[in-house]
């Protein structure tokens, strides 16, 4: 008999198995229709507790104005979360990307660069990892350009923009 969690598709009970016999807190990446999440996740008998937790919404307080969905918040959540998670001195953690498509090159994966980045021990093939030039907000910029009068001019900023974020936390 299947439990409702597995019918309604929210839960993967073997891969949640392997996650608890691993004993690391999983790092957790989620995408909704506005923003990326992810969570520090540990494993209690009694129900899961959340050590750490950030999304691409709180990157407005460090002056970032680029979209909450787009690769180069991924990246900046990532270093986000790692910081709060070495705050809690918590240096090796399993990925979780749940239910979606591991595609090469994604803002998942560009989540767990950051992350892996910021400090936080696990493996990830490099072969995943989206480019820099992506990380770094250059193709947006490019697409701009391109686009001319859609988009403000404030675009043209990124780049400068991620990059003193990205100072901003990885500084210890």
């Known amino acids: 008999m299947k439990l409702k969690r597995q019918l309604g598709g929210k839960t993967d009970y073997r891969k949640r198995l392997v996650f608890i016999k691993s004993r ?26 959340i050590i750490a937790s950030a999304t691409t919404k709180e990157l407005v307080k460090l002056g970032y104005t680029g979209g909450g969905k787009n690769i180069p918040a991924a ?6 979360i790692a910081k ?15 239910f979606h498509a591991p595609i090469s090159g994604s803002r998942v994966f560009a989540v767990l660069h950051g ?14 990892v989206p480019d820099i030039k992506r990380l ?10 391109k686009e001319g009068s859609k988009f403000s001019h404030q675009q043209d900023e990124l780049p ?5 974020i990205k100072r901003q936390l990885t500084e210890k």
């Open 24 to 49: 690391k807190p999983r790092l957790v990446v989620r995408k909704s229709s506005k923003e990326i999440s992810a969570q520090v996740i540990e494993y209690f008998p009694e129900g899961d507790k």
């Open 75 to 80: 990246y900046l959540l990532g270093l986000m």
């Open 84 to 98: 709060k998670t070495n705050e809690k001195n918590i240096k090796e953690v399993t990925p979780d990307i749940g």
């Open 115 to 128: 992350a892996k980045e910021g400090g936080l021990n696990f493996s990830i093939d490099k072969s995943v």
């Open 136 to 145: 770094n907000g250059e193709h947006i910029v490019a697409y701009a350009k």
């Open 160 to 164: 400068k923009k991620i990059e003193a």
